[in-house]
């Protein structure tokens, strides 16, 4: 596999570590890379030295960390050696590839090896915490053959069009970010509609709401502890539901990508029902059967709203795993919200993603064909 990157990783690349990051001469920057992801590695390398930053690489094979994995050294994996500790607790910014490549390797592997292999997560976000780090998790690394089979969707498209994500102007995600957060402020209900027969009204839980334009968050109490971490591609703004209030019917306009369970769900097709702040009834044309499945499995709370999400990105357009952040598109979730400072508790999460749609927060639209006001 070449490690060249492309004229648009590049771009990307040079983007992110300018106006996202913002590395300044003389930081060290860690690239943590895995082997399908070396080309846009390549490219953060090579535009951190750009703008006189020291970059540190480190990089796992695919195939050695799966013998390991085959020898049953799952532990040892999820210890991380001596030099990589030392490495963080030096580093100003850090920059997270996804892996291992072959995800449908990971998916049929089963849960206590995966957990074992990534013990160290807990402790390295302990560290980065108190170091102040900022970085940015590469959702390129999400795109592989197996999931872009899986999802029906061309590889090049959708890497393409991740990256074409990253080159949007992070002040004009955070320009309409601010215009919701105001909107929201103080607001009670919220209504979605749409000319496919979405109708739905919900409440707002009260507590402020957070926007994801792609800066780093370190110790911004605002934020949770794992925003030190942004994601690219950027751009989404989140709040949370009461989880008493749900009236009508919302009809999704785009798939749902489900990262929570394994193997990786598609959801397509979806209706909720909702009636006396309840769900009442679901359909999908595709994914019922898992939905329901995941549902019936579900803690309380499972069956109330708990979180809205709209997005800020203009460059995203219907991408698996980036729904979400398609600019004026609207995702409801159900069940548990308490990463959004909600008091729903239910380890259960299902979402319906809609694009297209009106949004009115106190009578007053906010949302509109895309267009955020």
Aim: aromatic residues 10%; neutral net charge; hydrophobic residues 35%.
């Amino acid at each position: 596999m070449s490690e060249s990157p492309s004229s648009l990783e590049r771009a990307a690349a040079r983007n992110l570590v300018k106006n996202y990051l913002r590395v300044k001469p003389g930081e060290n920057v860690i690239v943590d890379t895995w082997t399908h992801t070396l080309p846009m590695a390549s490219a953060m390398v090579d535009e951190v030295r750009r703008v006189g930053g020291s970059a540190c690489t480190v990089y796992e094979s695919d195939d050695a960390w799966w013998r390991a994995v085959q020898r049953k050294q799952t532990k040892l994996l999820g210890r991380l050696s001596a030099p990589e500790w030392a490495a963080l607790q030096a580093a100003e910014v850090y920059v997270m590839f996804w892996g291992p490549g072959d995800s449908a390797r990971v998916e049929s592997t089963a849960e206590k090896p995966l957990d074992q292999a990534t013990a160290w997560f807990d402790r390295w976000y302990k560290v980065a915490q108190s170091t102040g780090l900022r970085g940015g998790r590469m959702d390129v690394g999400f795109v592989t053959d197996t999931r872009a089979r899986q999802w029906g969707f061309r590889k090049n498209e959708w890497r393409n069009g991740l990256l074409e994500g990253c080159l949007v102007d992070p002040k004009e995600m955070a320009a309409s970010g601010r215009r919701l957060s105001r909107a929201f402020t103080g607001a009670k209900k919220v209504r979605i509609t749409h000319s496919n027969g979405t109708d739905v009204e919900v409440a707002l839980a009260g507590v402020p709401s957070r926007f994801y334009e792609g800066y780093p968050h370190p110790k911004n109490e605002a934020y949770s502890q794992y925003d030190m971490l942004a994601n690219f591609p950027a751009g989404k703004f989140i709040t949370a539901l009461d989880s008493k209030t749900a009236e009508g019917r919302i009809v999704a306009t785009h798939p749902s990508y489900d990262l929570t369970w394994y193997p990786w769900q598609t959801y397509s097709g979806g209706t909720f029902e909702f009636s006396d702040g309840k769900l009442t009834s679901f359909t999908f044309e595709e994914g019922e059967a898992e939905f329901a499945r995941h549902y019936a499995q579900g803690t309380p709370g499972k069956d109330r709203t708990g979180q809205l999400e709209i997005g800020l990105n203009p460059k995203i357009k219907n991408l698996p795993y980036a729904d979400d952040k398609e600019r004026g598109s609207v995702r409801v979730r159900l069940g548990g919200n308490e990463y959004a400072g909600g008091s729903n508790p239910s380890d259960f999460m299902g979402c319906l993603s809609l694009a297209g749609s009106e949004i009115s927060v106190g009578g007053t639209p906010v949302v509109r064909a895309g267009k955020i006001l």
